[in-house]
């Protein structure tokens, strides 16, 4: 092997060495891309933020279905941020992953890169019921400020509904959840809808994923 085969070989077993793979977002992948293809409109210069990346393998996975919109990943572990720049890597429309505290302010995000009504879509997947509320009111209430008039946020996991939780394995995940961490557990739509509200965003629509999740679609008012 010449030098520059073996360099070609290390690097590539490197990157994917810090590549994390979550079992559940390989199942949730695709389904998810399903509602992304009929959100995410034709045309140019649209731009994608994704709060808590995890490993990185949703915005891999989507990125290429849309060549036209930037994806800017973002995590609150800085752990997390190698992984998803593996799992990313080789993607144009993908930016490197920023580090982001969704409780934070949105000005204090990348040194302030992101202008208020500037963003076209946010996406968040299973993080409102696995950290404690303050992070939900911090999506909704920044997203509120970033999202463009008529933008999308789209954000997916169980959810309760009316004080319900269905069926009963989502009720144990929640106990499992709440035992974690008491400040953890399914989030309530009804409640997240009067949070929507107080920051200009209606939800527009609750699509039925596998494994009793949803995928539900919210639009900041014009
Ligand atoms: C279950 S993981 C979901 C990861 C990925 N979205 C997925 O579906 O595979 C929950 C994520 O919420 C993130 N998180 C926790 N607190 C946060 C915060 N304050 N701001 C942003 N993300 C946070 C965690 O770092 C973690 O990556």
């Known amino acids: 092997m010449n030098i520059i085969h073996y360099a070609a070989n290390h ?9 994390l793979i979550y079992p ?12 992304l293809k ?6 140019t210069d649209q731009i994608f933020l994704e709060i808590s990346s995890g490993s990185g393998q949703h915005v891999a996975h989507f990125a290429p279905h849309f060549p036209h919109v ?3 990943p973002s995590e609150y572990e800085p752990r ?10 080789g993607y144009s429309n993908v930016k490197i992953p920023m580090r982001i505290d969704v409780t934070t302010d949105y000005r204090l995000w990348g040194n302030g890169i992101f ?11 299973n993080m409102m019921h696995i950290s404690p509320y303050p992070c939900t009111i911090g999506l909704f209430t920044n997203v509120g400020q970033l999202l463009k008039p008529n933008g999308l946020l ?3 996991g169980p959810y309760a509904f009316d004080g319900q939780i269905t069926p009963q394995s989502n009720v144990n995940f929640d106990m499992s959840l709440k035992s974690q961490d008491p400040a953890w557990g399914l989030r309530d739509v009804t409640e997240l809808k009067k949070l929507a509200e107080k920051n200009n965003i209606r939800l527009i629509e609750i699509v039925d994923m596998p494994a009793n999740n949803k995928t539900i679609i919210w639009r900041k008012c014009a």
């Open 115 to 125: 202008r208020p009504n500037s963003l076209d879509y946010v996406y968040n997947a």
């Open 24 to 35: 559940a977002a390989d199942r949730n992948k695709d389904p998810i891309l399903s509602v």
């Open 38 to 43: 009929r959100c995410i409109q034709r045309g």
């Open 154 to 156: 789209i954000t997916y």
């Open 70 to 72: 930037t994806f800017y």
């Open 80 to 89: 997390l941020l190698e992984s998803i720049a593996a799992h990313a890597n």
């Open 11 to 19: 690097r590539s077993h490197t990157m994917a060495a810090k590549k």
